[in-house]
């Protein structure tokens, strides 16, 4: 048998086991989907430091995962999941770590109280206390912690929004809202009233409702920012990161939009598990995103250092 049979032999055999790991572990241990994906995403990519209070209460705790991998440009993503402001965990989403250190990227996962104990904008301040921790620190993963993007799925990326462009979190915890390098924004809802009926009128009170949409605080000054969202998603209307993209666009901040087309919602944070990078371009055009705003930081560092 040539050597290329034998490493194609052995590639199935690892699909194989794989595959039968995979249905094992969900029909006896009734696993949900981010578990199998969890299962089955290197936990080599990475060394991991877990559960780090950075507040109080039970759920104001963050995981952080440094990469092993050594390249010329890394930076540090703070992942806020989705699950509709009621439902998710930090744990279920080391997936979304595994992939992102593969690429050199330190990845902070923090958890956040989520409804019925709160309602917003507790879960959004708990995000800008998580930042208030991270940003406070001297080092982390062995690098500085200069180059910071925010990013969230659906629920997720609307709190990481907030963050980004909503001056007043950053001013009311304390840290200078200028340290987000960029806005990464997976499947998010960010221009979404009016509410329907249902929980959504209960977890975004009317009194709290004007301040709740991301698009209504997109400046001048926001951060340069990437939108992916897929053409079929039917949790999260795709016109949300349009009406996000167009304001951005309207006051002249870098944007670049990523229309998946037939793409479902959950899809767009799942294909960021190594096992699934070939779903979609997710992964491929993140380190784009991250690896143009690092450089165009570089250049304007290495101008204002350069003698008249």
């Known amino acids: 048998m040539s050597s290329t049979l034998r490493y194609l032999s052995k590639t199935c055999q690892r699909w194989v086991a794989l595959t039968a790991q995979l249905v094992v572990l969900s029909l006896t241990a009734a696993c949900t989907p981010t578990q199998l994906l969890n299962f089955a995403s290197p936990n080599s990519n990475y060394s991991a430091i877990k559960d780090i209070k950075y507040g109080d209460a039970d759920r104001q705790e963050l995981d952080i995962y440094c990469p092993k991998a050594q390249v010329e440009r890394g930076a540090l993503i703070v992942f806020f999941y989705g699950g509709g402001w009621k439902d998710g965990s930090k744990a279920k989403y080391e997936f979304v770590a595994s992939g992102l250190t593969e690429a050199g990227h330190a990845v902070v996962i923090p958890d956040y109280r989520l409804y019925p104990e709160v309602i917003f904008p507790?879960?959004?301040?708990?995000?800008?206390?998580?930042?208030?921790?991270?940003?406070?620190?001297?080092?982390?993963?062995?690098?500085?912690?200069?180059?910071?993007?925010?990013?969230?799925?659906?629920?997720?990326?609307?709190?990481?929004?907030?963050?980004?462009?909503?001056?007043?979190?950053?001013?009311?915890?304390?840290?200078?809202?200028?340290?987000?390098?960029?806005?990464?924004g997976l499947s998010g809802p960010y221009d979404f009233l009016p509410l329907q009926d249902g929980y959504l009128t209960e977890v975004f009170p009317e009194a709290t409702r004007s301040t709740s949409q991301p698009v209504e605080f997109v400046t001048a000054s926001s951060p340069a920012s990437l939108l992916i969202h897929g053409t079929d998603d039917t949790t999260v209307d795709e016109r949300n990161s349009?009406?996000?993209?167009?304001?951005?666009?309207?006051?002249?901040?870098?944007?670049?939009?990523?229309?998946?087309?037939?793409?479902?919602?959950?899809?767009?944070?799942?294909?960021?598990?190594?096992?699934?990078?070939?779903?979609?371009?997710?992964?491929?055009?993140?380190?784009?995103?991250?690896?143009?705003?690092?450089?165009?930081?570089?250049?304007?560092?290495?101008?204002?250092?350069?003698?008249?």
């Open 122 to 184: 507790a879960f959004v301040n708990d995000g800008a206390l998580a930042m208030q921790w991270v940003l406070g620190q001297d080092q982390l993963c062995e690098s500085t912690v200069e180059q910071v993007f925010v990013m969230g799925h659906s629920a997720g990326a609307h709190i990481a929004a907030l963050l980004a462009f909503d001056k007043r979190y950053a001013e009311q915890y304390g840290w200078m809202q200028h340290r987000v390098a960029g806005f990464i």
């Open 242 to 308: 349009q009406s996000l993209a167009k304001a951005l666009k309207a006051v002249g901040v870098d944007v670049s939009v990523r229309r998946y087309s037939g793409v479902r919602h959950a899809t767009t944070v799942a294909a960021i598990a190594p096992l699934l990078k070939m779903l979609t371009d997710t992964r491929k055009d993140i380190d784009a995103f991250i690896w143009a705003r690092l450089k165009v930081r570089e250049d304007r560092a290495a101008s204002s250092e350069t003698p008249p």
